[in-house]
């Protein structure tokens, strides 16, 4: 991978960091239907994003575009997953193996994507030593000792809300420095550790509240 | 429930809509832990946002904090949980039972928040009559005739990317007015349609990203 193309040089902006996994749905969407090359026009049209964004967000990425041409789409998708960290595998080990918990241990797609869980802990006795979807589940006792070996850099928090604070420490105290939250509670971290939070139940408020104003309206 | 504590009546700004439920989290923490009364700074402390954020927050919904009392728990929650459509069930159907579909399928946990997945669909014939969590499979064929008596008011998109914006089409065509794409594909729809997008890929690329400069800076 050529160092100039990870996105470790800089501090992305979140709103970029957002958009380019669309771009690159899109592009290989054109590649499966042998499309060569593609406009940041075309691109931002079928987005429905203004096309100096476009051209903005990739001027992120190392990748050089032609005027009245376009990118190469064999060359963009290469680029973009690897810029994205989606070419590398990132190991992950998840916290909290209930509903959703599970329910992510379940969902192979992320592994193209670049996320590779490798292990699932759980406070509950009888999970320990079973799995899911081929991914081993242990007690949250032997984290410490397992992580010496797994040397994950992720830790995906799944357990109840009241737990999110004391796992997360607990995940911290391990050496993880990555966390990937999709609890509703906000969880406090050192300055040195990443925390993203996916909260589901947010994006349900956003949906219920829109689908309402539409009924009222209509 | 009481009409104007409905979100009907607002289009609310989405920021506020993704705050409301960390407070609810944490205040549904305090209830657990036998507290009566919190103050919107003992909120915005923990949460770690401003108090006159937080108060401009709550102010949208219909509740009444007393100076130096603060908020009732058991009323607050009461009504954020109204206010957020988590009080009631939202019935949906769930398009395309891969990887991530089957595990939205066996998240019970979404009932909690007034999202109630009642059917799933798919293309595969191998997939059809069978149930995952005790929730029906059909073929997507039988998607317009079960709607006519299922009446979904949200359809969960989960199919491959290059079907996205088929389904999306064949989904609004059966009558259904919310759309949850988890696909990185930014479908379109017309002005009466609401859809909310929730790309996990997205919030992996800025983990990623997040994550490789903190390696680059230590």
Chains 1, 2 share one sequence.
Request: glycine share 6%; charged share 20%.
């Amino acid at each position: 991978m050529n160092q100039e193309n990870t996105p470790s040089l800089w501090k992305l902006p979140e709103p970029t960091l957002r958009r380019l996994p669309w771009y690159l749905a899109f592009v290989k969407l054109l590649k499966a239907r042998g499309e060569i090359r593609v406009s940041s026009t075309q691109i931002a049209r079928e987005i429905g994003v203004d096309p100096s964004l476009v051209a903005k967000d990739l001027s992120f990425v190392n990748v050089s575009g032609k005027t009245r041409i376009g990118y190469e789409i064999e060359i963009l998708i290469t680029v973009l997953e690897d810029f994205l960290g989606f070419s590398i595998q990132h190991k992950a080990l998840l916290f909290g193996v209930g509903s959703l918990g599970a329910a992510l241990l379940q969902d192979s797609g992320l592994r193209q994507y670049g996320l590779q869980i490798v292990a699932g802990f759980d406070i509950r006795d009888e999970l320990q030593d079973t799995s899911v979807n081929g991914i081993p589940v242990f007690h949250i006792s032997q984290f410490p000792a397992r992580q010496q070996t797994l040397d994950a850099t992720i830790g995906i928090i799944t357990v109840p809300v009241d737990q999110a604070q004391k796992v997360a420490d607990h995940i911290i105290a391990g050496g993880v420095r990555a966390l990937w939250n999709f609890t509703p509670f906000r969880i406090r971290v050192p300055e040195d550790v990443v925390v993203q939070n996916t909260s589901m139940y947010a994006h349900l408020a956003v949906m219920f509240n829109r689908l309402s104003l539409l009924n009222h309206t209509k």
